[in-house]
């Protein structure tokens, strides 16, 4: 009979230990890098580049909130002379004065837009659309935003992404 009560006994603290284990588990969080390959494209007059002619800095950084709302860092993007004059193998030349069009701005959630989503995009400061042309100058300095408020439940533990493509022309 004792070993009966020492089995009962011990059964009954090993499933209080188990229960308990539950309610005492640690918290936890998924952290997500993403990215892009970016790409430029160049022309026979104009190369696109980031800042001080770099090919490579053509990337930013985005922190949502949970609720899916952002401002992303700003990329600054330079319009230089195409000095080889060929598209195909180009070679930065000097800063050129560009018309800078806004052709596409998208933001997604695990790869899928959310319809209440608002992107906002600014170049050097100012609200541009679709279309939009920012004239005649070098450098611009774009930021995409997201700024709706999202249901948690719909944007949580997705991966964001924004991305914003431009076009320079001679100006």
Request: aromatic share 2%; hydrophobic share 55%.
């Given at each position: 009979m004792n070993n009966i009560?020492?089995?009962?006994?011990?059964?009954?603290?090993?499933?209080?230990?188990v229960l308990s284990a539950g309610a005492n588990a640690a918290s936890n969080a998924t952290v997500v890098w993403t990215g892009t390959v970016p790409v430029t494209n160049a022309s026979d007059e104009i190369v696109i580049t980031g800042l001080a002619g770099?090919?490579?800095?053509?990337?930013g950084t985005i922190t949502p909130s949970t609720d899916g709302i952002f401002e992303s860092d700003s990329i600054v993007l330079e319009s230089h002379v195409n000095d080889s004059g060929d598209p195909?193998?180009?070679?930065?030349?000097?800063?050129?004065?560009?018309?800078?069009?806004?052709?596409?701005a998208t933001v997604t959630f695990d790869?899928?837009?959310?319809p209440a989503q608002t992107v906002?995009?600014?170049i050097n400061g100012a609200a541009i659309a679709v279309g939009d042309v920012v004239?005649?100058?070098?450098?611009?300095?774009?930021?995409v935003s997201?700024?709706?408020t999202l249901p948690e439940a719909e944007v949580g533990g997705s991966t964001v992404q924004a991305s914003v493509t431009v076009m320079a022309d001679v100006a």
């Open positions: 009560k020492k089995t009962a006994l011990a059964s009954a603290l090993l499933m209080g230990m770099d090919l490579t800095a053509l990337n195909a193998a180009p070679t930065i030349g000097a800063l050129v004065a560009a018309n800078w069009t806004l052709v596409d790869g899928v837009a959310n906002e995009v600014d004239p005649s100058v070098e450098t611009i300095a774009t930021k997201q700024t709706a």
